[in-house]
Every structure is written in structure tokens, then in C-alpha cells.
């Protein structure tokens, strides 16, 4: 029995199967380190124990991303002794009802107030507003009910770890798994093993700290090193393919910035190829000083029919929604519509841009990301982009240099990110 459940769990997961639950359970480290599987395991197994009659709750920062991480996987390891819907936001684990729920902001507190749990679970726990956490502690009022939660780590000012982790006063079990950690995976998939973990070392810095050696550290330094040290790797003189065939885009997608504040916007297109593999600047323009609403949406009109002309389509367009965004689109929009051009302009998804940089140093990291050569804005922007110093992940924005331009392509690209990002294979 033993040489089965070590083929099934590293020396780690077996020492947290075995250990007793504390009311918060908190497992932390890197990523493809295991934590997800066997917190996941034994939250099945806990449930199972609890009365029949008990609620519980399962939450992520949001029902796609808790499908995505955690739903699917559960089903995995007890069939159909769970069964869910995210549309109803429910599920039936053991017979015990499940609630789903996600966590993407403030607000989200309001949805678990008056529940009266017998446990919850939650994906990613720095992803979730504090407010939420501290409701949710509030309705776990049934005898024995505990709290099961995963994380990968984020920076050591963080409320989960000054609140949680750093904290005596609170009856919790901490668990720390690195990327080491997860010998199964070593054994089993060695060049997958490998070639993630180099790849995160190409990102270097932060990601790389958090994410593999599983530590709170802050960011600081160049953001993208790998294209700042190696950029030849990632410009190319037009979008063909290895063969030399140019390439037919899936998406071809604008992002907007209209940096007010700076009186510049900027436009960049982004081509994204089939089945969501690479990504690619096709495009870009900067219009410096004070533009009336006319000559803004002109501008735009012109770089749209020249990217439809070189591209055959563009499907997309996201823009900015801050400050004046949202009256700026809304003209643009009308614009469009009178002048009968094909295209609506959607409200970008922001999300946070720790998350958004994550995105573009992967894509880099895998060799999937590649930027045409006359879009020096946006070339010049990656070489010189710079953690704040003293601020929790956030990009310098000094006008030091073209943060607009990141700004712009990030937006273009942000609202397919679970695509793009669904499993961080090596392409290389």
C-alpha cells in the first residue's frame, strides 16, 4: 500500500494527508508543485465526514478560473460523487451541497453574506479581496468547520501574508511546497519538468522567486529582462511563418490607450495565430499632442483600413476605460457606425497588471511572442520598463519612458488571456 500511495503523492503531500487540519489551511509555493491536487483531495475527504445536511463553499476570483484550476480536477478524483453547475453555481460533492462562487472584487462579500458553512475552499487566495476573506471566516460557524485554501505567493506586504501566514494569534497550518517539491511530475514528465522550470528562469526576477523557488518577495529591477537582454530573438521583419509563408491571423485586435494626462494615444494591433499559440505586434501609432474628437477618430479609421489591407480583417478593438475612456468610445463608436465601418470598440479587461506583465514574460519565455520591427515604441517601452521601487508590483509610470504602449498592446491581447494561458506548455 505504501509503494501505491508514493506512486501517487510526494514525501510533501503525504506528510499534509497525514498531518491533522488546523481551522485554516493554507498551502503555498509555486506552481506544478502539487498543492492544488492534494488540497483538493483532502477537502473531498473532509467533506465526506461532515454531516449530510452541511453547506460548503468553493470560490476562486472567479467561476471560469475556479472551473478552470479546481471543478474539473475534483471530478477527476471522486467521478461522480461530484457533480456541479457553474450557471446555477452549484455543485453535489458526497451528497453535501457545494456553493460556487468567485471573488473578483470588493462587492463579492455581499454574495456569502447570511450562509452558514461547514467549510469552504478557495483557488488562489491572493487573488481574493480581503473583505471576502473576512466574511467568509465569519460563516464558518458550524461545529468543526475549517477552511482549505491555495496560493501561489505574491508580495510579503500582501494582506494573506501579514494576516495569515505571519500571523501567531490565528489557530492555521502553513504548508510551503516548491516546484522541486513535485518529484512525481520529475519522474514521470522529465522534459516538461525541465523545460518549465527553465522557463520561468528565463523570465528571471520575481516570477521566477515566486513562482518556482515559492517565495514573498518583491518585484523590483527590469520587468522584461529576457526581451530586454536578448530582443533580437523576438523582432522579426514581417509576420511569416518558419516556412516563410505569411501568416493567416486568427484575431487581429486593437488595443487603445489614450493616455490622457500625456495627450498621446496610442493604438497597437495584435495578431494572435490558430489554436492561440503565438502572439504578435503587427502595428502601432502614437499621436502626440492635442487632438479634437474628429481628428482622434480619423486617426484611428486610417489605422484600421491600413491593418484590413494587410491583414484582411480585424476583429477586435479594446480600448481604455479610465477617466474620459468610456465618453472618448462611445463618440469613436457613433464614428464608426455613420461612417459604416465594421468594427465595435469594447471596454478593455484591465484585470491587474502584475497579471498582464505575467502574460507577456510567459509568452516571451516560450518562444510564442514576436513583435515587428517598425513598431519601435513599443521595442523601446519593453527594454526600458522598470518595477517602482517601494510599491507592491507596480510598472514605473514617470514618463520616463512609453508606458502608454504597453498600456495599449496589453489591452489588445488581455481579454483572451485564459486562452492564451490554459495550459503553459514549452513550445520550444
Not at 89 to 103: M, P, Q, S, T
Not at 385 to 396: F, H, P, Q, S, Y
Request: glycine residues 6%; proline residues 2%.
Amino acid at each position: 500500500m505504501s509503494k501505491k500511495i508514493n506512486d501517487m503523492l510526494n514525501p510533501k503531500q503525504i506528510d499534509f494527508m497525514l498531518a491533522d487540519d488546523k481551522v485554516i489551511n493554507l498551502l503555498t509555493g509555486s506552481v506544478r508543485s502539487g498543492k492544488t491536487y492534494v488540497s483538493l483531495l483532502k477537502w473531498a475527504i473532509f467533506v465526506a465526514t461532515m454531516p449530510e445536511n452541511s453547506e460548503f463553499l468553493m470560490t476562486g476570483k472567479t467561476i471560469t478560473s475556479l472551473k478552470r484550476n479546481c471543478l474539473g480536477l475534483l471530478q477527476d478524483l471522486v467521478g461522480n460523487n461530484f457533480t456541479y453547475s457553474t450557471s446555477q453555481k452549484i455543485g453535489l460533492l458526497f451528497g453535501r451541497k457545494i456553493w460556487l462562487e468567485g471573488a473578483n472584487d470588493e462587492r463579492a462579500e455581499s454574495k456569502i453574506r447570511g450562509m452558514t458553512l461547514a467549510g469552504a475552499y478557495v483557488d488562489e487566495l491572493t487573488q481574493i479581496p480581503f473583505e471576502f476573506y473576512s466574511m467568509l471566516l465569519s460563516r464558518l460557524s458550524v461545529k468543526g468547520a475549517k477552511l482549505y485554501a491555495t496560493t501561489n505567493p505574491d508580495s510579503p506586504t500582501h494582506w494573506v501574508k501579514e494576516m495569515i501566514i505571519d500571523n501567531d494569534e490565528i489557530e492555521k497550518a502553513i504548508w510551503t511546497f516548491t516546484f522541486d517539491d513535485n518529484e512525481i511530475l520529475k519522474r514521470e514528465n522529465e522534459d516538461y519538468f525541465n523545460n518549465l522550470k527553465q522557463q520561468y528562469q528565463s523570465m528571471g526576477g520575481v516570477f521566477y522567486e515566486r513562482f518556482i523557488l515559492g517565495l514573498w518577495v518583491m518585484a523590483e529591477g527590469i520587468i522584461y529582462k529576457q526581451f530586454a537582454n536578448n530582443p533580437d530573438m523576438f523582432i522579426r521583419d514581417e509576420a511569416v511563418d518558419k516556412n516563410g509563408n505569411k501568416i493567416n491571423f486568427l484575431i487581429v485586435s486593437i488595443g487603445i490607450d489614450y493616455g490622457a494626462s500625456q495627450s498621446s494615444t496610442a493604438f497597437k494591433c495584435t495578431g494572435i495565430t490558430p489554436y492561440f499559440k503565438e502572439v504578435w505586434t503587427l502595428d502601432e501609432v502614437k499621436l502626440e499632442g492635442v487632438h479634437t474628437p474628429e481628428q482622434f477618430y480619423e486617426e484611428f479609421v486610417k489605422f484600421y483600413y491600413k491593418i484590413v489591407k494587410k491583414y484582411n480583417k480585424c476583429t477586435h478593438a479594446f480600448a481604455d476605460y479610465g477617466s474620459l475612456g468610456q465618453v472618448i468610445t462611445f463618440g469613436l463608436n457613433r464614428y464608426l457606425q455613420q461612417h459604416n465601418v465594421p468594427l465595435q470598440v469594447q471596454d478593455c479587461v484591465k484585470g491587474q497588471i502584475i497579471e498582464r506583465i505575467e502574460l507577456d514574460c510567459q509568452l516571451f519565455a516560450q518562444g510564442r511572442r514576436f513583435i515587428l520591427k517598425d513598431c519601435k515604441h513599443l521595442i523601446n517601452a519593453y527594454k526600458q520598463a522598470v518595477w517602482e521601487d517601494g510599491k507592491i508590483d507596480t510598472r514605473l509610470d514617470d514618463n520616463s519612458y512609453d508606458v502608454d504602449s504597453l498600456d495599449a498592446h496589453e489591452y489588445s491581447i488581455f481579454s483572451f488571456y485564459d486562452k492564451l494561458v490554459t495550459d503553459i506548455k514549452p513550445y520550444y
